[in-house]
């Protein structure tokens, strides 16, 4: 397992240099200047190249990335164009709502789809499974944003039972945890619709296969309860493939946190993202695609990991 442990960190250097290189030349590339942004529809042309020697966006590209990653390999992630803070402190203020909201998602979805797949592919062609599949189509084609506003509209709005929008930090809560569960349940539901329909529809593509098997026949003719051989051998005989499309959802979390915190105004990592990019803060767009580009590739990392614990036979 060390070996593979170190593999895999060895791994994260190339990656994340391409992922530097990509995100760096991008950003340069594409039409707008940080620097006219900043300076604001009266500034002349002397202003605007004034701030472009201030930022260092008059040297080279080439001078720039090197800089930058310089500054990078030393855990320095640079200072914000707009909020004149340093990057590494704009992520850290804006990490807890994040994590709460990307937990609380994948948590959520892990607990509602896998039993929903198990149970369709169970009963495979029976109104579990239609309503299963309709529930699928509808998460994936669905946008993020379209079903936060629906469920605004019918909690917030016509039952009034839940907050439109804002966020509680832990810190900041002062009466129940009720009092800070409620200003997530919209988030995570809204969030957790493509969750759920991705990991439930490979649950129930990968138990209905498990359930052909041989050894489901066996555990059967043994006289072992249909709870059993659901749960000990159809479902961790699948459970491979699941770990997988919950390690690779990661990707679709990452994107999902953007515009659900847009939608609810919470003042995380996704809202910083979207100020950035509107404002063209190279250093925090830089360091922002980062940090996510280093979750994505440890999560991928764990689900390696976990293969050795659900399947054995790996180790050899």
């Known amino acids: 397992m060390l070996k593979l442990l170190n593999q895999r960190l060895l791994a994260l250097i190339p990656v994340l240099g391409i992922v530097a290189v990509v995100v760096f030349l991008v950003l340069r590339l594409t039409p707008g200047d940080p620097a006219a942004l900043i300076a604001g529809n009266s500034a002349t042309s002397d202003d605007i190249e004034r701030i472009r020697q201030q930022l260092g966006l008059n040297q080279p590209l080439i001078t720039q990335f090197g800089i930058w990653i310089w500054h990078v390999l030393q855990g320095d992630l640079g200072y914000s164009f707009y909020m004149n803070k340093s990057v590494t402190s704009l992520i850290a203020g804006r990490l807890e709502p994040t994590l709460v909201l990307a937990s609380g998602t994948m948590l959520l979805s892990i607990v509602v789809a896998v039993p929903l797949g198990t149970l369709a592919a169970w009963r495979m062609g029976g109104w579990l499974d239609r309503v299963l599949s309709g529930i699928s189509v509808a998460g994936f084609s669905i946008p993020v944003f379209v079903t936060g506003y629906v469920l605004i509209y019918i909690f917030s709005i016509q039952l009034q039972w839940l907050p439109v929008q804002g966020y509680k930090r832990l810190s900041e809560v002062d009466t129940t945890l009720w009092d800070w569960l409620r200003h997530m349940i919209l988030p995570w539901l809204t969030l957790g619709t493509i969750y759920i329909a991705l990991i439930a529809r490979v649950t129930r593509a990968s138990v209905s ?104 036979r790996i180790r050899y």
């Open 209 to 312: 296969e498990a359930l052909t098997e041989d050894y489901i026949r066996t555990a059967r003719a043994k006289g072992l309860r249909e709870s059993a051989v659901l749960m000990r051998h159809a479902l961790a005989n699948a459970a491979i493939p699941i770990v997988t499309v919950i390690g690779i959802g990661v990707a679709l979390l990452i994107g999902g946190v953007v515009v659900t915190e847009t939608v609810y105004s919470i003042p995380g990592l996704g809202s910083l993202t979207v100020d950035a990019v509107l404002n063209r803060d190279f250093p925090v767009i830089q360091g922002l695609v980062l940090f996510f580009s280093v979750l994505y590739v440890l999560m991928n990392l764990l689900v390696d990991i976990s293969y050795l614990w659900l399947d054995p």
